[in-house]
């Protein structure tokens, strides 16, 4: 299992330990290389050793998803099926978030032999089986494979996720990555329900909501700090999407636990979810600092973009997080379709009197397939039915922008 994002700020993989504990309790023996601790060279060597009959590669990104800095890593994916076939023959399968948007394209522009398209906890023990015992690729869940030079794309299935076990965390470089980066990863619940319209988190894992079992997830967090690591992320879409139960219940059970770890994590600004009374229970947990993604000052840009919440939610929300001690960090979005001098300057001033730590904006929206901005970027002619979306493209705010300039220095 070859890990080969590279791109800072680095992420432990979590999603891609997660289906190696499912490698594990099937009994299919192992092994796993982070680029971010190995040189390719190393890599090589290790292939050319053990000659693996199967190889995973976890393609979390597709690109950065930054416009001005932007970064295309499928490049890099193909180079690397090409050079672990070069130093031994063998299948090469792909997964992971950034693969699954883009399943069949990945998979003729890398060469790699199957794809598994979104949950992998149980696809990739049932190719391995299938490949040892001759069996029906068309049974395996998720798989993307072809017979003879058509692409076949099996019907998709989320089982294999929440069975209730806990999952060991001593496959990745846990420590390493702590060490470097200063953060572990957590997964509590997949899923999202959320029509935010340029996002294609429901796309990738889903709009039903599955959580983990909280005593698996305690057990995780256990073994995570006995290795000594003191802060960690919830890397769930957001961790307040899902059971209102399910957030108060787990907090609690921290709280029980007493851990003494610290916390962050995504958040939506939906005052319902985010009681004062959740903030609270949030800290006393252990969150010490939370992202909320506003996306912008305008109610009329919130609209267009499908977002279920209002500027006043956002104040709402923002507030009882700083009542409860907890770090706030504000993200912005510019450049939605629509998006004018008036809008911008909207957002600005929402920026200017609401309180946060940290306010991170990012300008230019990446046209993901499955999602909303693909339409409204077709009725805009910013892109045709034909656009090949694989290669990175934006809608562009360059020229509000730059009208906009001139209003900031008044």
Known sequence: ?????????????VGLEYVCNSLDRAGIPFEVADLN??????????????KPDLV????????????RHNEFFIPQIRDLVHRIKSCHTCRVVLGGAGYSLFVREILEYTGADFGVAGYG??????????????????KVDNL????????????????GYGEQLPRRRNIMRNRDYYRAFGFGNIEAKR??????????????????????????????????REMGITRVHFSDSEFNVGPPKFTRELCKAMIREKLDLRWTAFVHPEPRSLSPEICRLMREAGCTEITLSVDSG??????????????????????SFKQAGISLAHTYLVGWPGESVDTLAETVNFMRRTESDFK????????????????????????????????PTFVNPEQVLSEFIPYLRR
Not at 299 to 318: E, F, P, R
């Open 191 to 224: 899923g999202c329900y959320k029509p935010c319209g340029y996002c294609a988190e429901p796309a990738i894992v889903g709009r039903d909501v599955l959580t983990q079992d909280i005593d698996c997830i305690l057990a995780e967090l256990r073994e995570l």
């Open 121 to 138: 906890e149980r696809a990739l023990p049932q190719l391995v089986a299938a490949l040892e015992d001759g069996g029906n690729l068309s």
């Open 298 to 319: 305008s109610d009329k840009i919130l609209a267009g973009m499908g977002k279920q919440h209002t500027v006043d939610d956002a104040v709402v929300v923002s507030e």
């Open 144 to 159: 993307v494979w072809r017979r003879g030079e058509t692409l076949i794309v099996n019907p998709s299935t989320k089982d």
């Open 56 to 67: 995973g590669i976890s393609v979390r990104n597709v690109d950065a998803c930054y416009l």
């Open 37 to 50: 601790f190995e040189s390719d060279e190393e890599l090589c060597r290790r292939v050319t050793r053990t």
């Open 360 to 391: 991170l904006v990012f300008a230019g929206i990446r046209i993901l397939p499955d999602t909303r901005i693909v339409d409204v970027a077709e009725q805009q002619g910013l892109i045709t039915a034909n656009t090949n979306l694989l290669i």
């Open 1 to 13: 299992m070859v890990y080969p994002n590279r791109f800072r700020p680095h992420v432990m993989p």
